[in-house]
């Protein structure tokens, strides 16, 4: 399932298709000359839809939705602690030429975290993420969110760490099997909006009573409907369908 995921990860790459389709026109041109123009449209069609943000903005607004925003400096009584999936940090390959924390655009999983901590100091804090990468090197991302908490003088006696998970369903299913946590307690599940439907039925499908404390937000309320932009559109497009992907194929085998 894991190697599934990460080829699915890549024909969800509209870029993917339309590279397909130009070189599978170059093949079928001199043949089929009418059939060869009919790929190129179609990969030109794909070229432009892809840069029409609004689209994937529309579907990813509405994964955000399921799920209201809390605030940073909520007080939040009655929960054992934090479990923040990973997704947040560069990648091990990145980190090893560096010696400070490295985030990306998924940040707001990490700072969001340490921001709660501030408000909330009693709560406790499960990290969950091993090295979801196909060909990874270097630390686990567990130990460099372990770096990053460190940084910031986030106790360590206050941070438990999962660091053999690879996906989703493995966050879920292996953070339930460390010591001295209890997943039938109440715990708020940290991760990003859009990402939030698929991890709250992952883990309360696994046994867990979460609830759910979406960041990393990537919408507003509406979209320019005039906004064409070939890099964003190309990776709001790829989230989207990735995520959608990923729906059904956690439905599918029963992991939700």
Same mark, same amino acid.
């Given at each position: 399932m894991f190697f599934a995921s990460k080829i699915l990860a890549l024909i969800t790459q509209p870029l993917v298709w339309v590279f397909a389709l130009l070189l599978l026109s170059l093949l079928v041109l001199r043949r089929w000359p009418r059939a060869g123009r009919r790929l190129v449209g179609t990969a030109l069609a794909i070229l432009v839809l892809t840069a029409w943000k609004p689209l994937p903005e529309t579907i990813i607004r509405a994964l955000e939705s399921r799920y209201p925003e809390?605030?940073? #400096?909520?007080?939040l009584e009655g929960y054992a602690g934090l479990v923040v999936l990973g997704g947040g940090l560069e990648s091990g390959r990145a980190q090893l030429a560096h010696v400070q924390p490295m985030? #990306?655009?998924?940040?707001? /999983?990490?700072?969001?975290? !340490?921001?709660?901590? /501030?408000? #909330?100091? @009693?709560? /406790? !804090?499960?990290?969950?993420?091993?090295?979801?990468?196909?060909?990874?090197?270097?630390?686990s991302e567990a130990e460099r969110a372990n770096m990053f908490f460190d940084s910031l003088g986030v106790s360590r006696q206050q941070v438990q760490y999962e660091s053999a998970s690879r996906n989703t369903y493995e966050n879920a299913v292996l953070s339930a099997k460390r010591p001295g946590v209890d997943p039938t307690q109440r715990w708020l599940l940290v991760t990003s909006a859009w990402h939030m439907p698929r991890s709250m039925? @992952?883990?309360?499908?696994?046994?867990? #009573?979460? @609830?759910?404390?979406? !960041? *990393?937000? /990537?919408?507003? *309320?509406s979209s320019n409907w005039l906004e064409f932009s070939m890099a964003g559109g190309a990776v709001e497009w790829q989230l989207a369908l990735?995520?959608? !992907?990923?729906?059904?194929?956690?439905?599918?085998?029963?992991?939700l």
């Open positions: 809390m605030a940073p #400096n909520a007080k985030l #990306n655009e998924a940040a707001e /999983r990490m700072t969001g975290t !340490v921001a709660t901590l /501030r408000h #909330n100091p @009693t709560l /406790r !804090v499960l990290f969950t993420g091993g090295e979801g990468a196909l060909m990874g090197i270097g630390q039925a @992952t883990f309360q499908k696994a046994g867990w #009573n979460v @609830t759910a404390y979406p !960041v *990393d937000f /990537r919408t507003g *309320d990735h995520e959608l !992907v990923g729906l059904l194929a956690y439905k599918l085998t029963g992991r």
